[in-house]
């Protein structure tokens, strides 16, 4: 099917295109590691959950409006740029800024927040990356996890990224084959990298009761 009347299509009824399983992917070796293998490995968590998994991808556009499809979980997306709420999913769509997005959706309220690409592309400074994990770390759960990807160049990250990472999360090795760290380089043009990253767990209730009693026993 060619591109032209996969675009007229999708203008004509986005979702008749995406029940004919239309896509606009764009074939790169960070994008078939984010598609195959970290989705799969996002899917897995969804499957061990007790309750259903919510997801929020931060930066959607026509590139990864088919990433619904491939997810085992509720899908939500966030864009600044209005025009792109055509492809966010029904209902579970927000325009806004992502050093914002806990004003519109509360702490705690995904399992996985996935931001891929948005370094050097509206967020530009160290200032608005810690506004960003700083929002990222609001709107996820305890033990909720953070895929984090940009391209690690001067351009497009003119400061030193892990660092302040580590200011914010925990960092961790997925079981993903080939993955054998929190940092996943992809050797392509772009110097992709992939960072997994987790919201440190709230401290059992139950342990922390026992130490209020001792604390007003003394």
Not at 81 to 99: D, L
Not at 154 to 168: G, I, Q
Request: proline content about 6%; overall charge negative.
């Amino acid at each position: 099917m060619s591109y032209f009347f996969k675009r007229a299509l999708f203008k004509l009824s986005p979702r008749a295109a995406e029940r004919l399983n239309i896509d606009f992917r764009l074939r790169a070796p960070n994008r078939d590691f984010l598609e195959e293998s970290v989705f799969g490995y996002l899917n897995e968590l969804a499957a061990d959950a007790a309750e259903d998994s919510k997801t929020l991808f931060v930066g959607i556009d026509k590139h990864n409006w088919h990433y619904p499809r491939l997810l085992n979980s509720q899908f939500h997306s966030l864009d600044i740029e209005a025009r792109k709420a055509v492809y966010g999913q029904p209902g579970r769509h927000w325009t806004g800024s992502a050093t914002q997005m806990a004003d519109y959706y509360g702490q705690g309220a995904f399992d996985v927040v996935v931001a891929n690409g948005l370094l050097g592309f509206g967020v530009n400074t160290e200032p608005d990356f810690r506004r960003l994990l700083e929002q990222c770390k609001e709107v996820l759960k305890p033990g909720g996890v953070l895929v984090l990807g940009y391209n690690d160049r001067p351009d497009r990250a003119p400061f030193s990224v892990l660092p302040v990472v580590h200011e914010f999360f925990e960092s961790f090795a997925p079981p993903i084959p080939g993955v054998d760290g929190h940092v996943h380089r992809i050797d392509d043009g772009f110097q992709h990298v992939f960072v997994f990253l987790r919201k440190a767990k709230a401290p059992d209730q139950t342990f922390r009761a026992e130490l209020e009693s001792v604390a007003s026993a003394q």
